[in-house]
């Protein structure tokens, strides 16, 4: 995911390195946050289980009665009182930890309730032995095994603090005041705290689950769950994870200190595939949460049929994401999330320095994540809203989306080999019909002033999107605009590739690794400032180039031409503000599409003059420069409609044989050519009129010319007359 919008004219330079960052990505392999088993979505069959308010079936709570009292001292009466009446209970015939009680689960509709304590699951923290210590199984790229459900079964605690596998609607629940009364451990001992496979109809209420080398709450294959006021926390990789299920619902759930994102409904079951905008029902519900001081609020490589109604995404370095760029994940692309009244604002934060100042290589218990740190998984831009990285059918209504340095929202596709599919009609199946309308941009909910960088930052391909009108900034310039039904679009588009320059700067971006603390150089997503960002190196590469070339063909073959050199000045400006845009960030807007017309002209004026000596040049001169102001059109004005790929794309391999052929005409022997004369004898065009007065002399240097013509013709004369 990374990503530019300023573009002049691409020579072969350019073409070479685009070339060359394609290739290298089509030969990288494919990074991963999320891997999982080879698992099937459910049937559909579940529903959104409802809580349960009688007398527990089970309890679970720790020994040390005084310290038990003390953790209750402050409740309400009603609930000390209860909780004391449990207590007793439990002394009596209860657990001493989570992972007990579970076990001791032994038909469906059972209640656990967890007591007031700290949960760290002793017994579960030994090491692996006997077969559990030499599993045959794959590794991921982050190193754990990718164990088979059997393999779970058998060995439950290699991965899982606390393993719920198989159960059927079980609902475990803290009775503490608030859900950090009940706290469940894993001191980053394992890679779950949670985890539920294949137990359909759970429900999880009231308690804190923390500290672990992946996530709190893993939720796998479920068709029925509900995640109610639970809180997650200081995690490698996810606070909530639920994957390939169906009919759930996040509820007034809080997550916070994660290195990818605090909520992560990854492949969300995929009912919506084949479906416009009007959809039977979603998927998963998530409402009432808050996820902040995460890498992203929310994700979902997949996260299809998303319901995502008033919650608060803030304080992370992008509020939300869904994606179709991880390969192993059922339901891609991802397809027809519904974001409606969420504020999602102030998305700034920057935690790529943890891994550049080597505190992300620590262990994770000495990264001090209690204390802020976030070890950031996967690239993606900081200072964004919702970033929408290859999806199709989704839905932005009546959000608050405030306060990015960078932008409101973000759109780029991903072509299918990203993961994993190779077939070519595949290649443009994402980046489709996304509608962002009657969101609040740049406004909090007082309607006091808080600006985005820019609201729409867009790469140009897909089709059917569309977006709201008067968004305050966006790169293209002008956007196609959404009409009041669903569906309806004017001034749209159907470009089967993005900007050339902002795909450029998307791969250069791409190349992060936090294992290795590889942070791509050239990409601002990582600090890169100036000289140092590759769409501006880009940018003086073109500009050497085209000053070289330009320059070389204007002194040997124009420069006697007034227009030319009025037309070669427009030249040196639009490259001149073509390399001041680049370094501009997200200010400016206009910048690139005011180089563009200013190479325009020059390519106009440059073939005009070309004309009486040079036609064939001449036409392609033009050529160029009609595609070229045609591109600043398209950027600035209006985003022509029916053409497959933007003016960029066919303006630079126009230039590429330009360069060539101007390099080929300059090279020639030969100074400026001589202009036919016109009425009078004067030379046609533009030349400066001599005053009259006496005859010139010749020099010394003309009477050898003129001699050497006068012995030609002799010579032609003798010859016969031939010529």
Not at 19 to 24: K, M, N, T
Not at 37 to 42: A, I, K, Q
Not at 192 to 219: C, E, M, W
Not at 666 to 678: D, E, F
Request: glycine letters at 12%; aromatic letters at 8%.
């Amino acid at each position: 995911m990374s990503w530019t919008r300023r573009f002049p004219a691409v020579p072969a330079v350019l073409l070479a390195a685009l070339l060359a960052l394609l290739s290298l990505l089509v030969a990288a392999p494919a990074a991963s946050a999320h891997e999982e088993r080879p698992v099937e979505l459910p049937d559909g069959t579940g529903s959104v289980p409802a809580y349960r308010t009688g007398e527990p079936d089970l309890i679970v709570c720790k020994t040390d009665r005084p310290a038990f009292e003390r953790r209750i001292s402050a409740f309400p009466d009603a609930l000390k009182q209860r909780n004391l009446v449990l207590y007793e209970r439990c002394e009596k015939n209860g657990f001493r930890d989570l992972q007990a009680a579970v076990d001791a689960v032994d038909r469906p509709g059972m209640n656990i309730a967890i007591l007031p304590g700290l949960y760290e699951e002793e017994p579960s923290l030994a090491e692996p032995t006997a077969e559990c210590a030499s599993l045959k199984a794959p590794n991921s790229s982050l190193g754990y095994q990718i164990l088979t459900y059997e393999q779970q079964v058998a060995c439950r605690h290699n991965q899982n603090l606390v393993a719920i596998l198989g159960k059927t609607g079980l609902q475990i629940e803290g009775t503490g005041a608030s859900r950090q009364d009940v706290v469940i451990d894993a001191k980053y001992h394992k890679l779950n705290a949670i985890r539920a496979d294949k137990s359909n109809g759970i429900y999880f209420r009231n308690f804190t689950a923390q500290r672990t080398t992946f996530n709190s709450l893993y939720v796998l294959a479920a068709d029925g769950f509900v995640i109610d006021d639970v809180l997650t926390r200081w995690n490698d990789e996810y606070g909530f994870l639920t994957f390939a299920s169906d009919h759930g619902l996040y509820k007034n759930c809080e997550s916070y200190g994660n290195g990818d994102s605090g909520i992560y409904p990854g492949s969300a079951s995929d009912i919506n595939e084949d479906r416009g905008y009007d959809v039977p029902r979603y998927s998963i519900e998530i409402t009432g949460c808050r996820s902040h001081h995460n890498m992203v609020g929310y994700s979902g490589t997949a996260g299809d049929s998303v319901w995502v109604h008033d919650n608060e995404f803030d304080q992370n370095m992008g509020g939300a994401s869904m994606d179709s760029a991880f390969p192993g994940h059922p339901g891609l692309p991802q397809n027809h999330a519904f974001f409606e009244r969420n504020l999602i604002h102030d998305n700034n934060a920057d935690y790529y320095h943890y891994v550049a100042d080597g505190t992300c290589a620590k262990p994770p218990v000495e990264r001090g994540y209690e204390q802020g740190v976030v070890c950031p998984q996967i690239s993606m831009p900081p200072g964004t809203g919702i970033i929408t990285a290859g999806g199709n059918w989704n839905l932005y209504e009546n959000n608050w989306v405030y306060g990015h340095r960078r932008a409101g929202f973000f759109l780029s596709a991903v072509p299918a080999f990203i993961r994993g599919e190779e077939e070519l009609s595949k290649q443009t199946d994402t980046s489709h019909r996304n509608r962002y309308a009657g969101n609040i941009l740049g406004k909090d909910k007082s309607g006091a002033s808080r600006p985005n960088g820019m609201d729409v930052w867009w790469d140009g391909q897909g089709r059917g999107n569309c977006w709201q009108q008067g968004p305050d900034g966006s790169t293209p310039g002008t956007l196609p605009q959404c009409g009041e039904r669903r569906g309806a679009v004017s001034g749209g588009s159907a470009r089967l590739a993005g900007e050339p320059v902002k795909l450029a700067q998307l791969l250069v971006c791409a190349d992060y690794s936090v294992q290795a603390r590889k942070l791509p150089a050239g990409c601002d997503w990582y600090g890169s400032r100036g000289l140092q960002r590759v769409e501006t190196q880009l940018a003086l590469a073109v500009a050497a180039v085209l000053l070289l070339v330009g320059g070389l063909l204007w002194w040997r073959r124009l420069r006697h031409s007034r227009s030319a050199g009025v037309a070669a000045l427009l030249g040196l400006a639009g490259l001149a503000l073509d390399v001041a845009g680049s370094t501009m960030g997200l200010v400016g807007t206009f910048v690139p599409a005011l180089a563009l017309l200013c190479l325009g002209l020059w390519w106009t004026g440059t073939g005009l003059a070309l004309r009486p000596t040079r036609p064939w040049l001449a036409r392609l001169t033009l050529l160029l420069g009609a595609l070229t102001l045609l591109d600043a059109f398209d950027k600035a004005v209006l985003m022509i409609p029916w053409i497959p790929l933007s003016p960029a794309w066919i303006r630079s391999l126009v230039a590429v044989l330009w360069i060539l052929w101007a390099v080929v005409a300059a090279a020639r022997p030969g100074g400026a050519p001589a202009r036919p004369a016109g009425p009078g004898g004067d030379p046609a065009g533009d030349r400066v009129p001599v005053p009259a007065g006496p005859a010139p002399t010749r020099s010394a240097e003309a009477e050898t010319e003129a001699a050497g013509a006068g012995e030609a013709a002799g010579g032609a004369a003798a010859g016969g007359g031939r010529p």
